[in-house]
């Protein structure tokens, strides 16, 4: 394992491809062999203020297979609300402050991850992802980002998985695809699967029905400037078939329209419109002979059919079992000791 420099990981933007790279081969390894005593002695606080199943199953699994321990906690259900404001009168239903929270889970793990998604009453504030950088600021261990308003996790499974499809991935087409959901979820997956694609200098499109789908401006640049750095292409689309043809990985997710963010009834007179955008066999035939993924939980026949689900091309099963290995490999690179005499 070659050892990198990061205390946390927040999000993937100041890690290299090279530093993300070597997480990747870590995965790989762990992969084929899963289980060492790593996090021997090391203890992880998981914080779930939204509902998981293969964050948590991943992160608790992998840590045990690792030889360490974690604890899940549920602010607001099994454990106290948590006051993030500061200088607050606290008459509502948070019953601690996060200048305690944090404090007081460091004395007793080595490490806390967050998942904490947005508000969904304005973008202007939950842009700012102010959980975690509270966790960040005030806590003395490292922080693990679960999903907030990226979710750097998804993204090394991500990652992984169309390493392993397409090997050399650099200026091969990926493309992110808005597809339907009856509700306006979270943009965290998009921004992220624009964000690693892009870092790893593929030729990135991103499909969405109408310029009020497009994502934040801080990842639309981000995007661009992996691209520019790269030598590759960064292309928003509003044209289905232009944007499925030639692709050589689609990933499909939905997320609400940001000028209507907090307004779901009015993004609703929207969204109704779009239910062609669902994945489908007449559009993966377009692209060249391309692999198709989701981050799941996908509600099939709305996202996407039985039929693309189903298919030997579709790979989500396989990238969700993947955050297992991807996460561990970064647990240990940010949490393990580097031995004398080995390289760091």
């Not at 509270?134 to 922080?143: E, L, N, S, W």
């Not at 969700?320 to 996460?327: S, T, W």
């Amino acid at each position: 394992m070659h050892k990198v420099s990061h205390k946390n990981f927040i999000n993937t933007e100041n890690w290299s491809q090279a530093e993300l790279n070597q997480l990747l081969v870590d995965a790989n390894r762990l992969k084929n062999d899963p289980h060492n005593q790593s996090l021997k002695n090391k203890s992880f606080a998981l914080l779930f203020l939204n509902p998981s199943m293969r964050t948590r199953t991943s992160f608790e699994i992998g840590i045990q297979q690792l030889g360490g321990v974690a604890v899940i906690l549920q602010p607001g259900k099994d454990a106290w609300g948590i006051e993030f404001e500061n200088g607050t009168v606290m008459d509502g239903e948070a019953e601690e402050h996060i200048k305690e929270v944090a404090a007081v889970l460091s004395t007793y793990v080595d490490g806390i991850a967050i998942r904490a998604f947005p508000k969904f009453i304005d973008w202007q504030i939950d842009k700012q992802d102010l959980v975690i950088k509270a966790f960040a600021k005030y806590a003395t261990v490292p922080i693990i980002n679960m999903e907030t308003i990226v979710h750097p996790c998804q993204e090394l499974a991500l990652m992984m998985t169309v390493k392993k499809h397409l090997g050399e991935v650099k200026y091969k087409k990926f493309l992110m695809t808005w597809t339907y959901h009856p509700k306006p979820l979270n943009t965290a997956v998009a921004n992220s699967g624009i964000s690693i694609s892009s870092k790893f200098g593929m030729d990135v499109t991103l499909l969405c029905p109408s310029p009020d789908y497009i994502l934040d401006e801080k990842y639309i640049e981000l995007a661009k400037q992996n691209c520019a750095d790269n030598g590759s292409t960064f292309t928003i689309s509003h044209d289905i078939e232009e944007a499925y043809k030639d692709a050589d990985f689609v990933y499909a997710k939905s997320w609400g329209a940001l000028p209507f963010y907090g307004n779901p009834k009015e993004e609703w007179e929207q969204r109704r419109k779009y239910q062609h955008f669902m994945v489908d066999q007449h559009k993966m035939s377009l692209t060249n002979q391309a692999k198709f993924s989701h981050c799941l939980p996908l509600r099939r026949n709305i996202k996407a059919t039985d039929a693309v689900m189903d298919a030997d091309y579709c790979v989500a099963v396989e990238e969700a079992e993947n955050r297992l290995h991807a996460q561990k490999a970064m647990l240990m690179n940010i949490f393990c000791e580097v031995k004398s005499g080995e390289k760091s």
